[in-house]
């Protein structure tokens, strides 16, 4: 029987962090819409359009780790790659390449590791 779910984590790449160990993951990808120009002909083709709602990808990811250079004021805006690949017997991949930085959070509690959440999102143009 196929896998139908992931298993696991058996890989994550993020760089700027020491030992980053993914908790969980988020993504989420948007077709986008466009809106037909005044002045186009009743049929056939449009002339022009214009991008309503743009297509994106965007993922968070919460992770935990031993030390990061990362801080909300040089990294906000940044593009950052992440990829997280399942542990299934046909590992399935999910990435996005070079999505800018739109969140990033740190939390912690005495005795405990680090905990960071951060959210890229990549933007295709119309």
């Known amino acids: 029987?196929?896998?139908?779910?992931?298993r696991g984590f058996g890989t994550f790449t993020l760089d700027g962090f020491t030992n980053p160990i993914l908790i969980s993951f988020d993504y989420k990808a948007k077709r986008g819409t466009t809106k037909?120009?005044?002045g186009n002909p009743g049929t056939g083709a449009a002339v022009e359009t214009k991008a309503t709602s743009p297509k994106y990808e965007e993922m968070t990811i919460r992770?935990?780790?031993?030390?990061?250079t990362l801080t909300s004021e040089n990294c906000i805006g940044d593009a950052k790659t992440i990829s997280?690949?399942?542990?299934?017997?046909?590992?399935?991949?999910i990435t996005v390449t070079s999505g800018l930085i739109q969140d990033f959070r740190v939390e912690g509690k005495?005795?405990?590791w680090e905990v960071a959440s951060l959210t890229t999102k990549?933007?295709?143009?119309?």
């Open 110 to 112: 005495k005795g405990d």
């Open 84 to 93: 997280v690949v399942s542990d299934n017997a046909a590992p399935t991949t």
């Open 1 to 6: 029987m196929a896998d139908v779910y992931a």
């Open 122 to 126: 990549l933007v295709y143009a119309p």
């Open 36 to 38: 037909k120009l005044l």
């Open 63 to 68: 992770l935990a780790y031993d030390s990061t």
